[in-house]
């Protein structure tokens, strides 16, 4: 992956900041040219991928020929393609962002951008490019800015473009990311100035050259822990009639560590190929097991041994990260189950009968459940009757939340409100509208939040977490399962 420029640019595309690592492109045409694609382009009109040949105009994207790495198209023109972000830090892609023609057009040369606070980070290259290596580039050099500047801003940027430089220079060398670490970043690269008699002491940390860039090396701790947090989340959407239309589990494999010195880990889960892999067919096929899809890493796992043996090995950095991320495509019934039952009476009142049940092992308990169930935007005079929890009316958001602070499993409540409806008739009510279909625009899903300690859905466990470390010390290990949900949905119409 090469990348010849970096743009930090406002809305209008008017650069704030920008680095050119390589200088084989004309770095103001190159901006100018991204400009005024995102003022002259309608919004529906615009494609991840857009070439400007040589004479400045939009057209058709033009590959080179097999083989070569250079620009297509008619000489001096540029190809860029360029991937937007639907949400914020760690926010989820559009569909924009990944689709086929950002990856079937990757051969050619590439400017890539995700908007931020009124913001565009852009990347400009003339290169076979690796679209997806930019694109985490941009990511991690977001959240390192956050980082150091808590907000990013077109104001932070233009208050702090000293620091936004070194980082520029420290994060990238000649078009090739280095590190965006942080912790090593803040050891050289600081908020105050250095004194000409302490330039001696501010050199850069070995880390940056050392085969574990995300460790430093010497770290002490008076007492050496590592905490290691199952978390899993629940995506759930379930039909009026009761059939779970979608199920879907999310989870993170969460660390904090407190060791000395360079530690080994090596984390043992009761992974269905890892028993496979290692001959243990019995104890793959005994229920027990798990298959986890889609797993993700962090970088100082080493791959090559788990693709060989699914031993997770690794030499963490100290404080907090996530180690891995995973996704379980299953069925799962529902953890906490809603059913409501709307009735309509004469003289404009609504009536809402909700029953919900607890659909896991009595042992475990969800803490702080909320249930939101949706009512008509102009009722009134609500009154509620619970036989356990608290119910409360939100008028601007059109729901009831009832909040249950512990809800264990095995059991069952119901609760009772009452709504005065000035403006609709009994028909409307019922979800009829005049002309005689149904209206159920109100009906939205029932939405449910909890978060159940010592307990996962999916049944992933941590078998074993072993340290090893030269030194010989005695490191206290904890574990602790989370299971939460995610987007949990129980339709009513």
């Not at 905490?227 to 999310?250: R, W």
């Not at 299953?330 to 003289?347: M, N, Q, S, Y």
């Not at 803490?367 to 008509?376: M, Y």
């Not at 249950?404 to 009510?429: C, V």
């Amino acid at each position: 992956m090469v990348a010849s420029a970096i743009l930090i640019t406002d809305l209008t595309g008017k650069p704030l900041i920008s680095r050119n690592y390589r200088g084989d492109i004309p770095l103001s045409s190159a901006a100018e040219k991204f400009a005024s694609y995102l003022l002259e382009a309608e919004e529906d009109a615009k494609k991840p991928v857009f070439y400007v040949d040589g004479n400045g105009e939009f057209g058709a994207l033009k590959r080179g020929e097999e083989g070569s790495d250079e620009c297509g198209g008619v000489p001096g023109g540029e190809t860029f393609v360029y991937v937007q972000v639907s949400r914020g830090l760690g926010g989820l892609l559009s569909c924009r962002a990944v689709s086929c023609r950002a990856v079937a057009c990757a051969e050619a040369p590439h400017g890539f951008y995700k908007p931020h606070n009124n913001l565009y980070l852009c990347g400009v290259t003339c290169k076979n490019s690796n679209v997806a290596l930019i694109l985490t580039y941009l990511y991690q050099l977001t959240a390192l800015f956050q980082d150091y500047f808590t907000t990013l801003n077109e104001e932070s940027i233009r208050d702090n473009f000293v620091i936004i430089y070194e980082l520029l220079d420290e994060t990238m060398d000649h078009g090739l990311p280095q590190s965006l670490d942080s912790t090593i970043l803040r050891q050289f690269i600081t908020q105050e100035g250095n004194r000409m008699a302490d330039d001696s002491k501010s050199k850069p940390p070995v880390a940056l050259t050392n085969a574990v860039s995300w460790r430093a090396e010497g770290i002490k701790h008076k007492k050496n822990e590592i905490f290691l947090d199952v978390v899993e989340k629940l995506n759930l959407l379930v039909a009026a009639n009761g059939t779970v239309l979608h199920s879907e589990i999310n989870g993170a494999v969460k660390m904090k560590s407190f060791l000395s010195g360079m530690p080994e880990l090596k984390l043992g889960l009761n992974d269905k190929l890892m028993f496979e892999a290692t001959g243990r067919a019995n104890q793959a096929r005994s229920g027990k097991s798990v298959e986890l899809e889609d797993i993700k890493f962090h970088q100082c796992v080493r791959l090559a041994r788990f693709e060989n043996d699914r031993t997770i090995s690794f030499i963490p950095p100290d404080g907090e990260f996530d180690l891995m991320t995973y996704r379980l495509d299953t069925h799962v019934k529902p953890l906490i189950w809603v059913e409501a039952v709307v009735e309509p009476h004469r003289g404009s009142r609504i009536e809402y009968m909700i029953k919900t049940r607890s659909q896991f092992k009595s042992r475990s308990v969800a803490n702080n459940v909320e249930i939101s169930i949706p009512v008509p935007p102009d009722v009134d005079s609500p009154s509620f009757k619970s036989s356990v929890g608290n119910v409360t009316y939100l008028p601007d958001k059109d729901c009831v939340v009832w909040t249950i602070k512990q809800f264990h499993g095995g059991r069952e409540y119901l609760m009772r409100a009452h709504f005065g409806l000035p403006s609709i008739s009994r028909e409307e009510a019922d979800g009829k509208d005049r002309s005689g279909g149904m209206d159920t625009s109100w009906k939205k899903p029932i939405g449910v939040k909890f978060e159940i300690p010592y307990f996962t859905v999916s049944g992933i466990q941590v078998r074993y977490l072993k340290i090893i470390e030269r030194s010989g010390y005695q490191a206290l290990p904890w574990v602790r399962y989370i299971t939460a949900n995610g987007d949990y949905q129980l339709r009513m119409a």
